[in-house]
């Protein structure tokens, strides 16, 4: 199993550029979430959901979107990038009651 | 206000050396509390999950205890290794099976030393 993969592992946006974050898991999880970390703050989640078609907001969801077309995909879409969303995002799968696997993260830097 | 707040926010100790890695919380109602590790550049790794009922858990040498009256929980590590580096997140989830209501801690960094 590879687990909880994302691509592109690094990025650098310019102001105003719009761009999709892959996420991929292979060990049928219902739930996959996508979290941004950035230096002195604990992960912060973004958008969650729990199965495919069904999506929910999380704490910091402004200026992303989110969709889940299949139970393996959770693509997250930065709409206009701005400075602010300079950070290091984590997707993170996992069952209802189970343990959350993370993915290796995508470091993003928006000029 | 549900908070995850982890002491020391910095550590550290010399290879081999015992050390104890706190957490307290106010989030309510409560239902699981997890620690994580996470190597510099990498994704958190989950060491423990532990539910209302359990007070201590072991994962090698990690042990985990859980005071659910005080809202405390900690972390031991054992004969700590240069591997052990890293940065260990405490994150409470306020329901059972929601990735909506889990709240993570800020983290403490820790370094071992040879």
């Known amino acids: 199993n590879a687990g909880v993969t994302q691509t592109p592992k690094f990025q650098v946006l310019k102001t105003g550029q719009s761009m999709t974050l892959q996420c991929a898991q292979d060990?049928?999880?219902?739930?996959m979430s996508w979290y941004r970390q950035d230096p002195g703050m604990g992960l912060r989640l973004i958008h969650y959901?729990?199965?495919?078609?069904?999506?929910d907001q999380g704490e910091v969801p402004n200026g992303y979107n989110v969709s889940r077309s299949t139970t393996e995909d959770f693509p997250l879409r930065l709409l206009s990038a701005a400075p602010s969303q300079t950070s290091v995002y984590f997707c993170?799968?996992?069952?209802?009651?189970?343990?959350?696997?993370f993915g290796p993260g995508t470091r993003l830097t928006v000029t | 206000k549900n908070q995850v707040e982890q002491s020391p926010q910095s550590l550290i100790i010399l290879e081999g050396k015992n050390c104890t890695l706190q957490?307290?919380?106010?989030?309510?109602?409560?239902?699981?509390l997890r620690w994580y590790k996470q190597d510099t550049g990498r994704g958190p790794v989950s060491l423990t999950i532990?539910?209302?009922?359990?007070n201590t858990k072991s994962n090698g040498r990690y042990t985990a205890t859980l005071d659910a009256d005080t809202k405390q929980s900690s972390l031991h590590i054992t004969a700590s290794q240069l591997s052990d580096s890293a940065s260990y997140i405490c994150?409470?989830?306020?329901?059972?099976?929601?990735?909506?209501?889990?709240?993570f801690g800020k983290g403490t960094k820790l370094s071992v030393k040879p």
């Open positions: 993170a799968s996992s069952r209802p009651s189970g343990e959350q696997y």
């Open positions: 060990m049928n999880h219902e739930y």
């Open positions: 959901s729990v199965g495919a078609g069904i999506t």
């Open positions: 957490c307290n919380y106010t989030v309510s109602p409560f239902s699981n």
């Open positions: 532990m539910t209302f009922s359990e």
């Open positions: 994150v409470v989830s306020a329901v059972w099976g929601s990735q909506g209501n889990l709240i």
